[in-house]
């Protein structure tokens, strides 16, 4: 009896383990840089990102965060979608629309997951704006932003 009860223990844990690693961890990739613009001249990776579901109110977004200080918020989708690029340790910030990108393909939605109790998101930013008198460029992924 008691070799059964360890027995469905463990497929119990088996099974848990398989559908967290199915949903997996944050996942970044891509680059955010400014060219000539009020805020500087900027380059950063983003290494971290949290949905716009935790935040007051919440949005249907993403914050990405940089090294240095360094950030892109997503919020909504597609062409009414609208991005901020923050400088270093938000020492200013850039506002960006689709009117003044040459190249715009913004894309958040939601995860069908959640990571400490908040809905999690997946997108993409790709684009080439002018902005505060100068470029800016984003090319970056992220899947599963949570918090």
Same mark, same amino acid.
Request: proline letters at 2%; hydrophobic letters at 45%; a positive charge.
């Given at each position: 009896?008691? &070799?059964?009860?360890?027995?469905? @223990?463990?497929?119990?844990? /088996?099974?848990?383990? @398989?559908?967290?690693?199915?949903? #997996?961890?944050?996942? =970044?990739?891509? +680059?955010?840089? %400014?060219?000539?613009?009020?805020? #500087?001249?900027?380059?950063? !990776?983003?290494?971290?990102?949290?949905?716009?579901?935790?935040?007051?109110?919440?949005? =249907? #977004? &993403?914050?990405? *965060? #940089?090294?240095?200080?360094?950030?892109?918020?997503?919020?909504?989708?597609?062409?009414?979608?609208? =991005?901020? @690029?923050?400088?270093?340790?938000?020492?200013?910030? =850039? $506002?960006i629309d689709? /009117?003044?990108?040459?190249?715009?393909? @913004?894309? /958040?939605?939601w995860a069908?997951?959640? %990571?400490? +109790? /908040?809905?999690?998101?997946?997108?993409?930013? +790709?684009? !080439?704006?002018?902005?505060?008198?100068? !470029?800016?460029?984003a090319n970056? $992924?992220?899947? *599963?932003?949570?918090?």
């Open positions: 009896m008691f &070799a059964l009860l360890i027995a469905g @223990v463990v497929c119990v844990g /088996v099974v848990i383990a @398989v559908l967290m690693a199915r949903h #997996g961890a944050m996942k =970044l990739g891509g +680059r955010v840089s %400014a060219e000539g613009t009020s805020i #500087g001249e900027i380059s950063f !990776t983003p290494n971290d990102c949290a949905s716009g579901a935790a935040f007051v109110p919440p949005y =249907l #977004g &993403a914050n990405l *965060r #940089g090294e240095g200080g360094y950030g892109l918020r997503v919020v909504d989708s597609g062409d009414k979608a609208r =991005l901020w @690029v923050f400088a270093q340790g938000g020492k200013g910030a =850039l $506002t689709k /009117v003044a990108c040459s190249q715009w393909d @913004v894309v /958040v939605a069908q997951a959640t %990571a400490n +109790r /908040v809905n999690a998101v997946n997108g993409h930013v +790709r684009v !080439t704006c002018a902005a505060g008198g100068g !470029t800016v460029k970056v $992924t992220f899947e *599963r932003c949570g918090r």
